[in-house]
């Protein structure tokens, strides 16, 4: 058996008595398998791509992603050298009808650029088409008036979030039917808009109906459309091949090797059909469709149908979503689990020229076949995402080794399967289907995601297992990244202050843990791509440096650490396209401005200086000058660095004006201060204060925000409770002013009593009777602290007139 060719690691690999080997879970086996490839030159990759007819939503994020971190393990780590190629579907019965939805929906709004009555008319039976169609327990005759307060109560259990029947959990059933609730009442509030003139109340109304209008119109004029018209389906999937695209630059995803388009490979997939066919594992019908003959293919010895999932194959209803939605059920098909190779176009559908009559692909065919022709009968891995097992991947592997193998079958297409895990969300698995998903242009632009902090969340789950992003999750991400930024900081920093020549005296321990760390991510990664292992041992690296104090190592071991993390965030992908090669410390964000480097460093040399003198006691006005004449001002700076130039500019001149004033030492540390806090923090630069050592000069990052927002949420909390506290005592102190101002002798005299002696003490109650003494006496105390305050506003007035 060969030894894979590997370049040489530009690091030493750890020593292990036992080292490890790459393992890798394979689909296939559902174990873990060595991996060998069947080249030792050259791996060979194919990955389910994109269907291109909407935007990827972050379900895709982690399947693109996740592939993209195994892909640079294998290739930067184990440096095994790879060909990856990876597919574009832009053709399928989704492609097809959507294509065909919104170039009907077009049409009709250019026809009608107001809202007549026959758009009014044709958006009602739009509606009860669509009522009628997927939820059933809503009359057939229900109106937009009523659309409201009848599904309130028809489907009231499904909007509490249980079950339809009341009973038990609810699934994806219960998903539809909101989806679909949703639809139907944004069609019916656009309806029922009191006004659909002007150009906003066109695209408002369209946008509540378009979903109920693009299955009807589709329904009434699917069939017109030109089957050799191709723009009418490549309109749409250009546009969301180029947005898929950037969406994968955006989330630093490698761009493949190769790129394979099912509309650039028709001869090639009628052939690998009639191929097929010719070796008897595939038959065709009389409308000029060509059906993979399972039964037939399994009488080969050797040959096995479902082979990832067998527990599926006689799943219906996943074999019919495997067929694709606008396939009609053939009553010539020998079974029902046989599925197409080849699908004869029906009106409105495009089509290819074939042996077999007018046609296009069935959705499996195209990757065998795109695969294929460029990497050959035997590949190494195929990935894709774990939904995609069956059928799709097992009717690959069917027509796949159905093409290339012999009489005596048995031919092994592809030897691992790699399979990435679903992503959830809160419990809520995203679907284009259920339209319950969040897009990744719309993650990554309201903030919640960037590239790296998505990457890191799926870094810390399992490839193959299921992630769902929970808040916990998200905060774990957020810590790790932090404390991997910090580490980085730090390491920086020593190359801008070295230590002292002495030290090094604690190396030892810490290159011991060093040694450590990299044989457990080492034997992590090659344990199936253990990326949370490695992920762990990182953080562990990093704390055993912390706890050794600092000032007792070298710096260049710590710079040798540095590196290594450096190169393995690299190696996963977190710091965006950068060399691996760069022998600079740390990923993208941890460093200010290049134009802000000379300005900014010497305001926080001077800084520095001003601070410690301050604190001592002896800043003199000879010293202070001294220390600001090191560094110029701004003075004909390029527009990029002015606004750090004036900020030095401007601290050197607040320092000799509070000189001029003889100003005390704490009015220099607060200028210094306000250089930190404001000036600089303004221009995205915090200077971070440590004992004994500069100020470490950094970016403001996420996590330096929500320090600070947190201290003022804080000191805003104390101040309120400290302008309530005041407020309530000034409100206390005005109502005691105002009952100040009446009499003790008639602060009694009220409804609830009827007699008085002559100090105006209650006598008798309002029924005439005796006051009890009890009582008397409470009122008296009342009356004794009443008389005092009175006489003290009295004397007061008196005073004061």
């Not at 184990?78 to 190629?85: A, D, K």
């Not at 170039?103 to 509606?127: C, G, M, W, Y």
């Not at 209008?213 to 009434?220: A, G, W």
């Not at 004036?646 to 004006?657: A, I, M, R």
Request: charged share 30%; net charge negative; glycine share 6%.
């Amino acid at each position: 058996m060969a030894t894979p060719a590997r370049s040489q690691p530009p690091w030493k690999e750890p020593s292990s008595s036992a080292p490890s080997k790459l393992a890798v879970y394979n689909s296939l086996t559902r174990s873990k398998n060595a991996f060998v490839p069947i080249d030792p030159e050259k791996v060979t990759w194919y990955s389910c791509g994109p269907t291109v007819y909407d935007d990827a939503h972050l379900g895709h994020a982690r399947n693109y992603v996740t592939n993209d971190i195994l892909r640079r393990i294998l290739k930067d780590y184990f440096g095994y050298n790879l060909q990856f190629v990876q597919n574009i579907t832009d053709v399928d019965d989704k492609i097809i009808l959507r294509g065909r939805q919104q170039h009907l929906l077009a049409q009709f709004r250019q026809k009608n650029p107001t809202i007549t009555e026959e758009v009014v008319d044709t958006t009602s039976k739009a509606f009860d088409a669509y009522i009628k169609k997927n939820l059933p327990l809503l009359g057939s005759d229900l109106s937009p008036e009523n659309f409201s307060k009848e599904s309130s109560e028809k489907y009231a259990s499904v909007i509490a979030g249980k079950a339809l029947e009341g009973t038990g959990p609810p699934s994806d059933k219960e998903a539809k039917i909101k989806m679909h609730l949703r639809t139907a009442g944004s069609a019916a509030t656009a309806l029922l808009a009191p006004s659909k003139t002007s150009e906003s109340d066109v695209a408002e109304f369209f946008a509540g109906a378009e979903d109920v209008l693009l299955p009807y119109l589709d329904s009434l004029y699917g069939s017109s459309i030109d089957a050799n018209d191709h723009s009418v389906f490549t309109k749409l999937t250009q546009k969301y091949e180029g947005r898929f695209n950037e969406d994968m630059q955006a989330l630093n995803v490698l761009a493949p090797d190769v790129v394979t388009r099912v509309t650039e490979y028709g001869k090639e997939i009628v052939d690998f059909v009639a191929k097929i066919e010719s070796n008897k594992y595939a038959y065709a019908t009389s409308d000029g469709s060509v059906y993979f003959d399972i039964d037939a293919f399994e009488k080969t010895e050797g040959n096995h149908y479902a082979r990832l999932e067998p527990w599926n194959r006689g799943d219906k209803s996943l074999q019919a979503d495997g067929e694709g939605a606008l396939t009609k059920q053939s009553n010539e098909k020998r079974s029902d689990a046989d599925f197409a190779l080849w699908k004869s176009s029906k009106p409105g559908e495009p089509s290819w020229p074939s042996p077999w009559g007018p046609g296009r692909p069935g959705w499996h065919i195209e990757c065998s076949a795109m695969a294929s022709s460029v990497l050959g009968s035997r590949i190494d891995i195929h990935s894709g995402g774990i939904d995609l097992c069956f059928p799709h991947h097992d009717n690959e592997l069917a027509q796949s080794e159905g093409y290339w193998c012999s009489s005596t079958g048995g031919h092994q297409w592809i030897n691992y399967f790699l399979h990435m895990g679903h992503l959830s969300i809160s419990g809520s698995k995203m679907s284009k289907s259920l339209k319950n998903f969040t897009t990744i242009r719309e993650a990554l632009s309201r903030g919640d995601y960037n590239a790296r902090s998505l990457r890191i969340i799926f870094l810390l789950g399992g490839w193959h297992d299921g992630v769902e992003i929970t808040d916990d999750l998200r905060k774990a991400g957020s810590s790790w990244e932090s404390y991997v930024n910090n580490f980085f900081l730090k390491a920086r920093d020593l190359e801008i202050h070295p230590s002292a020549e002495s030290a090094g005296a604690g190396d030892a321990k810490v290159t011991e843990s060093f040694e450590a760390a990299k044989e457990k991510v080492h034997n992590a990664l090659a344990d199936s791509f253990d990326t949370p292992a490695a992920m762990r041992a990182i953080s562990s690296l990093i704390t055993d440096y912390n706890s050794s104090g600092k000032s007792g190592l070298s710096d260049a071991l710590t710079f040798d650490i540095a590196r290594y993390i450096t190169r393995i965030v690299r190696v996963f992908g977190l710091d965006g396209t950068t060399d691996l090669n760069d022998k600079s410390i740390g990923w993208s964000g941890i460093d200010i401005p290049a134009e802000a480097k000379e300005f900014v460093y010497a305001a926080a040399r001077e800084r520095d200086e001003i601070r410690q003198h301050a604190i001592a006691g002896d800043l003199s006005d000879d010293l202070l000058l001294s220390i600001i004449s090191k560094d110029k001002p701004a003075q004909g700076q390029p527009a990029a660095s002015l606004p750090y130039a004036e900020v030095l500019s401007t601290f050197q001149e607040n320092l000799k004006g509070l000189a001029e004033k003889k100003a005390s030492a704490k009015d220099f540390l607060a200028l210094c201060d306000r250089l930190r806090d404001l000036d600089l923090w303004d221009l995205g630069i915090y200077l971070e204060d440590r004992e004994n050592a500069p100020a470490m000069v950094r970016p403001v990052d996420a996590e330096l925000r929500a320090a600070r927002d947190q201290k003022e949420a804080i000191a805003r909390q104390k101040r309120e409770a400290k302008e309530k506290r005041e407020r309530e005592e000034a409100e206390r102190k005005a109502k005691l002013a105002e009952q100040a101002k009446i009499s003790h002798k008639d602060m009694f005299k009220s409804d609830e009593y009827s007699a008085w002696d002559a100090d105006g003490m209650p006598t008798k109650d309002k029924e005439g009777n005796d006051v009890p003494k009890s009582k008397s006496k409470k009122l008296k105390k009342e009356w004794d602290r009443q008389k005092k305050l009175h006489e003290d506003y009295l004397a007061g007035a008196s005073g004061s007139s």
